[in-house]
C-alpha cells in the first residue's frame, strides 16, 4: 500500500480537478473487465505546509516499484511547480482500497482455474 502525494494545490477544487487526468492515465478504459491492473482511490487533504495549500492523495495497492512508476507519470501530469511524493500508506486508513485489491484478486483466481 502506497501514498502518492501531489501537494500545491490553493484549493481543494484544484486538487479535485487532477483526478479525472490520473483516472485516464491509471485506467484508460473504465469499461474494461476488472480486475484494474492497479487498485487505486484518492483523497484529499491539506499537504501540511503553513500556507493553506491542498493534497490530491492517490492511495495505490501495488508493490513499490509499481508505486514509483506510478508516481513518475502523475509527476508529469501534474505539471511543474507541484511536489509528488511517494511513501507506505497504513491500509487500514485506505479499507476500501485493500477490499477492493481481495475482491478483485478473488476474481483473477477464479478466472485462471485451477494451477494457474
Given at each position: 500500500?502506497?501514498?502518492?502525494?501531489?501537494?500545491?494545490?490553493?484549493?481543494?477544487?484544484?486538487?479535485?480537478?487532477?483526478?479525472?487526468?490520473?483516472?485516464?492515465?491509471?485506467?484508460?478504459?473504465?469499461?474494461?473487465?476488472?480486475?484494474?491492473?492497479?487498485?487505486w482511490s484518492f483523497t484529499v487533504t491539506d499537504d501540511g505546509s503553513?500556507?493553506?495549500?491542498?493534497?490530491?492523495?492517490?492511495?495505490?495497492?501495488?508493490?513499490?516499484?509499481?508505486?514509483?512508476?506510478?508516481?513518475?507519470?502523475?509527476?508529469?501530469?501534474?505539471?511543474e511547480g507541484r511536489v509528488v511524493a511517494v511513501s507506505e500508506g497504513d491500509a487500514g486508513e485506505w479499507?476500501?482500497?485493500?477490499?477492493?485489491?481481495?475482491?478483485?484478486?478473488?476474481?483473477?483466481?477464479?478466472?485462471?482455474?485451477?494451477?494457474?
Amino acid at each position: 500500500m502506497y501514498e502518492i502525494r501531489i501537494a500545491g494545490h490553493p484549493s481543494t477544487e484544484e486538487a479535485i480537478a487532477l483526478q479525472d487526468p490520473i483516472e485516464r492515465l491509471l485506467c484508460p478504459d473504465p469499461d474494461h473487465a476488472p480486475p484494474c491492473e492497479i487498485p487505486w482511490s484518492f483523497t484529499v487533504t491539506d499537504d501540511g505546509s503553513d500556507d493553506d495549500s491542498w493534497a490530491l492523495v492517490l492511495g495505490v495497492y501495488t508493490s513499490k516499484r509499481q508505486a514509483m512508476r506510478v508516481a513518475a507519470q502523475v509527476r508529469t501530469l501534474a505539471g511543474e511547480g507541484r511536489v509528488v511524493a511517494v511513501s507506505e500508506g497504513d491500509a487500514g486508513e485506505w479499507e476500501e482500497l485493500v477490499e477492493q485489491y481481495r475482491f478483485e484478486r478473488g476474481l483473477r483466481s477464479e478466472r485462471s482455474g485451477p494451477g494457474q
